[in-house]
């Protein structure tokens, strides 16, 4: 029974030198290493922020193994791009990279040291690029402006406020704004405004007493200055 054994052993270990290659062995193994390597990156929910733009961005991460890829090693290179808000990474195996984009939009033109910028919702300050959009946005003018400007923005539309009749943008350092509608009208607001003089502003512009009026002038506590 033990010789059998023996001679059973020596047959298999026989069989497997004729048959055993390195280069075989290599090949598999290497197969093997690359069945996880990034060979594909999704861009997706993007809308203003070029697919081209991020690919290039991330070339560097392309046959890397995608168990081992770090969050970081994905954002970094993209997280300063115009227009980007936040980022989520998706892992697809056994290769590929799922990139959703948000993105954040421009709410204004801004003027500053002679320069022309998109202002967007998050107070980001981007050159100007008429080929962006097409849409037709309010001009904010005023050194400082930036600074306060999404937060006045913001105070309008909750207060529901008409954004689309507005026109400009005068920013004064006092922190004050006047706002300047499509039809001409002016609306002088006074520092550190109020939900309720918000409203009062609204309930004026759709009052028939005052739609002939080139100013309101709503700075002094209390009291209404018409011209």
Known sequence: MRK?????VLIVFFLFLTTYSPKNLNDELSQKSSFFKIQNIEVKNNKTIK???????LNHIYQKNIFFISKSEILEPIESIDFL???TVKKKYPNTIIINIYETKPVAILFQNKKKYFLDNLSKLIV?????FSEIYPTVLGEGA?????QFFNELKNNDFAIDRIKNYYYFKINRWDLELANGQ??????????????QSSELLNHSDFKNYGVIDLR????????
Do not use: L, W
């Open 4 to 8: 059998f054994y023996r001679i059973a």
């Open 51 to 57: 697919k081209k733009e991020i690919i290039t961005r």
């Open 85 to 87: 808000d936040k980022i």
């Open 128 to 132: 100007f690029d008429e080929t962006k």
């Open 146 to 150: 930036e600074n306060t400007f999404v």
């Open 186 to 199: 002016i609306i002088k607001f006074p520092p550190n405004i109020t939900s309720q003089i918000i409203k």
């Open 220 to 227: 002094i506590h209390g009291k209404i200055v018409v011209e």
